[in-house]
């Protein structure tokens, strides 16, 4: 089975972040590690964020982890989170309205969760590190 994780950057609030993604998905870190953890002849280039994150990963399914860390050499460059969004899909409307408001605390809700008219539940928020999701919850047609 082929499956694809999300991995975000960030610039210097990694940890933060991923704090709160931890409570917002009611799960525990599988890893994380920080640039000063890497072996001393790796690390030459990373020397200014030696207590950034390196590495995380928070499995939030079976299937999902989300990954991330810091690299403000990204940020330099101009790298911004707004052309992609994160698509979360629940098999309960419940965990949809939960994961929505726990995802929108000082972000900023583009579309409440609402029906619409292709037959899902939906909403999209960006969080407060700037990430966008889209959550929806599609009852299943008898």
Not at 31 to 59: C, E, W
Request: hydrophobic fraction near 35%; proline fraction near 4%.
């Amino acid at each position: 089975m082929t499956t694809v994780n999300p991995y975000l950057y960030f610039n210097g609030n990694c940890e933060e972040a991923f704090i709160f993604y931890k409570s917002v998905f009611n799960s525990q870190f599988k890893y994380i590690g920080r640039y000063k953890d890497a072996p001393q002849t790796d690390r030459g280039i990373f020397s200014d964020q030696d207590n950034k994150i390196m590495h995380v990963s928070l499995p939030i399914s079976a299937e999902t982890t989300l990954m991330g860390s810091d690299n403000a050499a990204l940020f330099k460059q101009g790298v911004g989170t707004n052309n992609f969004s994160l698509a979360l899909n629940t098999s309960k409307k419940e965990e949809a309205d939960r994961l929505f408001q726990d995802l929108s605390v000082g972000g900023e809700i583009k579309l409440p969760m609402n029906e619409t008219f292709w037959g899902s539940y939906y909403g999209i928020v960006t969080d407060k590190f700037g990430i966008n999701w889209k959550i929806s919850f599609e009852p299943t047609i008898s």
